[in-house]
């Protein structure tokens, strides 16, 4: 990665990968657009693609599942929109607000100078933005997504770092 692009040279990656993001939902709907919340090793780990900035030229792309290694589970997660659906309420209390983790493809760009937050590439509800939890703060009820969030396999899933 260092090197950069291995067809023009250029220094600067684009790297799009399936990363972590925290967000604020009131009767379902997004307070705010969210905030990231991986670190270094997740965004490695849910790397699918690294292309030239400059000349668009591939430099890795993985076409499986980044959260669970399923063959081909990629194309799923990008096209089909969350399995878990977060309620207007909170089923437990009826609490309007609840926090939502979810698994959203972004793109970040690495060499160049300090690399500047990963930009998401699809917003809350649409296809790609996967809901892996929710959770109440009210009363503590929890849920968590069956299975794989991104391609709705079944497992095993693998631990995360």
């Known amino acids: 990665m260092t090197a950069g692009c291995t067809a023009c040279g250029h220094k600067t990656l684009a790297i799009t990968s399936y990363i972590d993001r925290s967000v604020v939902v009131m009767a379902a709907d997004p307070n705010d657009a969210g905030r990231w919340a991986h670190d270094g090793e997740k965004f490695v780990d849910g790397t699918y693609r690294v292309a030239c900035a400059t000349c668009a030229h591939i430099v890795f792309e993985h ?3 980044p959260r669970c290694h399923t063959a081909g589970g990629l194309a799923t997660a990008l096209a ?3 399995r878990l659906v977060i309620p207007k309420r909170c089923v437990n209390c009826n609490e309007l607000e609840l926090m939502a983790i979810a698994m959203v493809p972004a793109v970040a760009r690495y ?3 300090e690399a500047p937050k990963p930009k998401p590439l699809v917003e809350f509800g649409e296809p790609g933005y996967h809901v892996v939890a929710y959770a109440c703060d009210a009363c503590d009820n929890a849920v968590v997504a069956e299975g794989c969030a991104l391609c709705g396999a079944a497992g095993p899933l693998r631990p995360r770092p």
């Open 80 to 82: 089909t929109t969350s």
């Open 63 to 65: 076409p499986d599942c």
């Open 111 to 113: 060499g160049g100078g």
